[in-house]
T-cell receptor
Framework: IAGITQAPTSQILAAGRRMTLRCTQDMRHNAMYWYRQDLGLGLRLIHYSNTAGTTGKGEVPDGYSVSRANTDDFPLTLASAVPSQTSVYFC???????????FGSGTRLTVV | GNSVTQMEGPVTLSEEAFLTINCTYTATGYPSLFWYVQYPGEGLQLLLKATKADDKGSNKGFEATYRKETTSFHLEKGSVQVSDSAVYFCALSSNTGKLIFGQGTTLQVKP
């Protein structure tokens, strides 16, 4: 592992199903983030975690939950997927305030 | 609140043309400013950054200068290549550490 690993790479999901997107980093960064990318809207922050054991809501948190049990992992869960959650999801980490981010390669999720 | 506005794309240029992608921001305090690039099918990569007024970030022939008086961080390159075709995102990082992105500008460079 080098940097951030996201899984799965892509997924087609039936509406109403539960889904967890995985994110693992090996850089020991304290802060981690989940963004969704939609055409014309750029990247919007869903949830974040400044350090293990803490999480916070971003710009578009509804329908999503996260946990941060340890420094390396930051899974994103969709409890009951809806078509509007069709998007590309990016996990990122940073080494501190005003630091640059390292991004994963993304998960392309389609909810049908 | 904090926000970032980029020029709308797509931007289509011929190889070796001069590139400017405009970016302006609204922020309280003294944010750091970034340009990220996203190549097709990939995640975002840091292209360059500047942490204080009048700083110039540069990388791979791209440059951007942090202009506090005009709240701008325009991206420039003197001679683009086909391999520069990508989506470019301007972003700012406030004291809370969270990045706020512009909507992205697609650049297409034709041979």
């Amino acid at each position: 592992i080098a940097g951030i690993t996201q899984a799965p790479t892509s997924q087609i999901l039936a509406a109403g199903r539960r889904m967890t997107l995985r994110c693992t980093q090996d850089m020991r960064h304290n802060a981690m983030y989940w963004y969704r990318q939609d055409l014309g809207l750029g990247l919007r922050l869903i949830h974040y975690s400044n350090t293990a054991g803490t999480t916070g809501k971003g710009e578009v948190p509804d329908g999503y939950s996260v946990s941060r049990a340890n420094t390396d992992d930051f899974p994103l869960t969709l409890a009951s997927a809806v078509p509007s959650q069709t998007s590309v999801y990016f996990c990122a980490s940073s080494d501190g305030p005003k630091g640059s981010y390292t991004f994963g390669s993304g998960t392309r999720l389609t909810v049908v | 609140g904090n926000s970032v506005t980029q020029m709308e794309g797509p931007v289509t240029l011929s190889e070796e043309a001069f590139l400017t992608i405009n970016c302006t921001y609204t922020a309280t305090g003294y944010p750091s400013l970034f340009w990220y690039v996203q190549y097709p099918g990939e995640g975002l990569q840091l292209l360059l950054k500047a942490t204080k007024a009048d700083d110039k970030g540069s990388n791979k022939g791209f440059e951007a200068t942090y202009r506090k008086e005009t709240t701008s961080f325009h991206l420039e390159k003197g001679s683009v290549q086909v391999s520069d075709s990508a989506v470019y995102f301007c972003a700012l990082s406030s004291n809370t550490g969270k990045l706020i992105f512009g909507q992205g500008t697609t650049l297409q460079v034709k041979p």
